[in-house]
């Protein structure tokens, strides 16, 4: 929750941050620390399509393992959502935002060649989900935590090298 609160300390003003959902403790320490600086920021968490649970799980209301969590997103490859970290996204976030593989490789693409940043699939989930919100976030003040494992050197290779989707 650290980052959270120096975030939240440096932009106490931010409408929505959206925070990537692996095992969940990263999102309820944004959580945590929106709630003890008692702010009222929106926090959305983000799952990759083909790693679902916790989105599952979230509109269920009840814990929904999967079979299967293969992404290029690592860090949110979960098949059975954490039932104490679900809880607490279920009270306290705004909703999931699933994005696909493709809106994961374009959030690498676009993060690399517009800020020089080296982001893996998690990492890149959460620009992925605000890319994918940009209309209803107009006008709005928002943050990405761009947090998840190291970027595989052969994958990012392969990702900067695919054509730009239109």
């Given at each position: ?71 290029l997103a690592e860090g949110l490859a979960v ?88």
């Open positions: 929750a650290s980052y959270a609160l120096e975030m939240f300390r440096a932009v106490p003003a931010l409408d929505t941050v959206y925070v990537p959902v692996g095992l969940g403790s990263g999102i309820c320490g944004v959580i945590a620390a929106r709630e003890a600086l008692g702010l009222t920021t929106e926090v959305v968490g983000v799952v990759a399509e083909n790693a679902p649970t916790y989105a599952l799980s979230f509109a269920a209301g009840r814990p929904v393992p999967t079979n299967r969590a293969d992404t098949r059975v959502p954490d039932e104490a970290a679900l809880a607490m996204i279920r009270h306290h976030a705004a909703r999931i935002v699933t994005v696909s593989e493709a809106e994961l490789r374009q959030a690498m693409r676009i993060l690399f060649t517009d800020t020089h940043n080296i982001a893996e699939g998690a990492g890149a989930a959460t620009f992925a989900a605000a890319l994918k919100e940009r209309d209803r976030l107009q006008g709005k003040r928002v943050a990405v935590v761009q947090s998840g494992g190291n970027a595989d050197r052969a994958l990012f290779a392969q990702v900067l090298a695919e054509p730009e989707a239109e």
